[in-house]
């Protein structure tokens, strides 16, 4: 890796990436007077009892969760803004004839004329379930369920091989329930209870909307939950299941056939033309488990699965009564949101999800232009640079690690704004009037552009997510961070804003990514992105030891009443947010290029920093909403990430927090990995 010299923000300077560290903007920022919003702040509150609530205390109580949402915050702030612009795109593109994302737009707009057509486009998926005779037959049609974006009892996918990351491979693992985690079919509380019976009363309606007598539907439904509860409870939890060890586990085609007895595998992979003699096993024991129920389930209820699978994932381009029985189980019940998000916002998010790159093109060539992709590079390499020194200094790491780290730094791959290449459409049919096809083809095209991929090389350079993706993200084998253009935006990123609050905002957001290949799962792969151990063995209990104390920190944190975090399964996020904290605060230090930061509006340059990071995690949930991230979700909730700060001895100076407040931790307890 280049390093960069102590100057290092000369080179956003000159892109126009940030102000300088030590004045203040020339024009006004998006948000606040230096980019942060002091009307939101809860200044009753003290930083050390409360930092989340200090900072966005008044922004909590006086924003409403909008009815079509489940959640509210920043990052779904920027989520509509992006809809807005992407609506002026499709609109333009629905009067281009040739345009198929403007063809995909305009039949999800259309509601009339899908109502129109009842359940006409969905009857031969039915009339293929109502044919299953064999269990070969059910094997070979779930796998065509898999190549159309429907749920089967397994998942399949093309992913770079962790242990030969040149290669890609094939990757199964375990699927097959309809409700979102295996503890809701699971456990025994009153809630968990109630979603039970309403998601066996949702299968009964599908069944019912779909043909099947009421009463019978009912008890159709019954057998479908007993179905899933036995794949319930035989599959991985969410924590085994995002472990890179545990989950690496190769198998021939020969193999299978005995691991997965009572399910015709063979045939299965047959139909979803996967070409290979060899695959991985995510969840070994929970694929064979679910093979084993399936084999003992009557063939009826098998076809029942498929049934409502169909149904269910393609409820919005069926009649209304389907959309709307969607919508009140999945957004309603689940979710806690109150009413549907307008027609056109979901025709939006149908036209990207059948076209992405067609819209990514044009979303890029209005609102990123390269010169902005260039400044955000330029500041990736500092937080880069930053790191490279944070591990340097590190004093418990011995030498020979050290190296290795700073190796796996230097070979970073950081993807930025958008690919320099798109993909090509051509030879997939969009119709303006036939919204359920266009799914069905538009899922089967890219399904087999992936399928096409096993026996090539991996391609390094390929975005697997939109620009208009508001996040980030980290990908271990390819050793790459992936910073889309539509996260480099205010509150995130404002060129026009101080840079202490950049560097707490964007800054911590994107070392936080460069953090993720280091955490307790990242850090196991090398600087070629193998899956491998290359850290000495006392070096290696050193960080085990760092990064559980970190697991217990916010094991104690209880969001809702009786219900914790769970720190193994955010432990990945948890280092990752550590580390991104330490990492922005040491590139924004360096950055005032030994001047002090001014101080602004009664603020320091230090508490500035620290305001920063809390702001983009502003998020209010609904109780539904949370409660179901708790059980499923790798991230923290917001106010639980604010809290990191409770780690950094600069947080301590900053604020003066006084032994007696509630997130003071003493010197000793203060979690510190990189």
Not at 68 to 84: I, Q, V, Y
């Amino acid at each position: 890796m280049k390093r960069l010299p102590a100057t290092l923000i000369a080179a956003l300077l000159a892109c126009g990436a940030l102000p300088p560290a030590h004045a203040q903007a020339s024009q006004r920022p998006d948000v606040g007077a230096f980019g942060f919003d002091v009307d939101g702040m809860d200044r009753a509150i003290a930083p050390g009892s409360d930092f989340y609530r200090y900072a966005n205390g008044a922004w909590a109580r006086s924003t409403p969760i909008p009815a079509d949402k489940s959640n509210f915050g920043m990052f779904t702030h920027l989520g509509d803004l992006n809809s807005e612009r992407l609506k002026d795109i499709l609109e333009a593109a629905r009067k281009n004839a040739r345009s198929k994302a403007g063809a995909a737009y305009a039949a999800f707009l259309d509601e009339a004329g899908i109502d129109r057509q009842g359940l006409a486009p969905a009857q031969p998926w039915l009339a293929r379930i109502d044919a299953v005779a064999t269990r070969e037959d059910y094997a070979r049609v779930a796998a065509k369920a898999v190549r159309e974006g429907i749920a089967g009892p397994f998942e399949i996918a093309v992913t770079q091989d962790d242990r030969h990351p040149d290669a890609n491979v094939l990757k199964l693992s375990q699927a097959g329930l309809g409700l979102p985690d295996r503890d809701y079919y699971l456990r025994s509380d009153a809630s968990m209870t109630r979603v039970r019976a309403a998601y066996r009363d949702h299968v009964a309606r599908l069944l019912t909307l779909s043909g099947v007598p009421r009463e019978e539907a009912v008890q159709r439904a019954d057998a479908l939950l007993r179905l899933e509860t036995d794949f319930a409870k035989v599959s991985w939890n969410r924590v085994d299941s995002r472990d890179a060890g545990k989950t690496y586990n190769r198998r021939t085609r020969k193999e299978m056939s005995t691991l997965t007895a009572g399910f015709d595998m063979a045939a299965f992979l047959d139909g979803t033309g996967a070409r290979t003699d060899e695959l991985v096993l995510v969840q070994p024991s929970a694929i064979t488990g679910i093979a084993h129920a399936v084999g003992a389930a009557p063939l009826q209820v098998l076809k029942d699965s498929l049934r409502v699978a169909v149904l269910d994932a393609y409820g919005d381009v069926l009649p209304s009564a389907f959309a709307k029985e969607r919508f009140d189980f999945h957004d309603r019940l689940l979710s806690g949101a109150e009413q549907a998000e307008p027609r056109w916002k979901r025709a939006v998010a149908f036209a990207v999800d059948a076209v992405p790159d067609e819209v990514s093109k044009a979303y890029v060539a209005r609102y990123f232009p390269a010169s902005h992709k260039a400044a955000a590079e330029a500041l990736v390499r500092n937080l880069l640079a930053a790191m490279d020194r944070r591990i340097q200094a590190l004093d418990w790491m011995t030498p020979q690690t050290k190296q290795r780290a700073r190796a796996k730094l230097a070979a970073f791959h950081p993807k930025v704004g958008y690919p320099d290449a798109w993909r090509d459409y051509t030879g997939l049919d969009i119709r303006a009037d036939d919204a359920f096809g266009d799914r069905q083809r538009a899922k089967a095209f890219a399904f087999d552009r992936e399928m096409r991929k096993l026996g090539r090389p991996f391609d390094r350079d390929e975005w697997r997510v939109t620009p208009m993706t508001v996040d980030a993200f980290a990908n271990f084998s390819a050793v790459e961070i992936v910073i889309p253009a539509a996260i480099l935006q205010p509150p995130f990123f404002d060129p026009n804003a101080d840079a202490a609050i950049n560097y707490g905002g964007i800054g911590a957001s994107i070392a936080h990514e460069i953090s993720h290949q280091f955490d307790d799962q990242g850090s196991k792969y090398d600087e070629h992105g193998r899956l491998t151990t290359w850290w000495t063995p006392e070096d290696l209990a050193g960080f085990d030891a760092r990064t559980k104390a970190l697991a217990r920190q916010y094991d104690t944190y209880e969001p809702l009443p009786g219900v914790h975090v769970n720190g193994a399964l955010t432990l990945g996020e948890n280092i990752a947010d550590l580390g991104g904290l330490a990492i922005a605060f040491d590139a924004w230090r360096l950055s005032l290029d030994g001047k002090p930061a001014p101080t602004l509006d009664g603020f320091t340059g230090e508490q500035r920093f620290f305001l920063g990071w809390a702001q983009i995690w502003r998020l209010n949930y609904r109780d539904e909403d949370l409660r179901q991230r708790l059980l499923t979700n790798p991230h923290a909730p917001a106010a639980q990430r604010v809290w990191t700060v409770r780690n950094l001895d600069a947080w301590y100076e900053a604020y003066g927090v006084k032994p007696d407040q509630a997130l003071y931790l003493t010197p000793d307890k203060r979690v510190r990995i990189w």
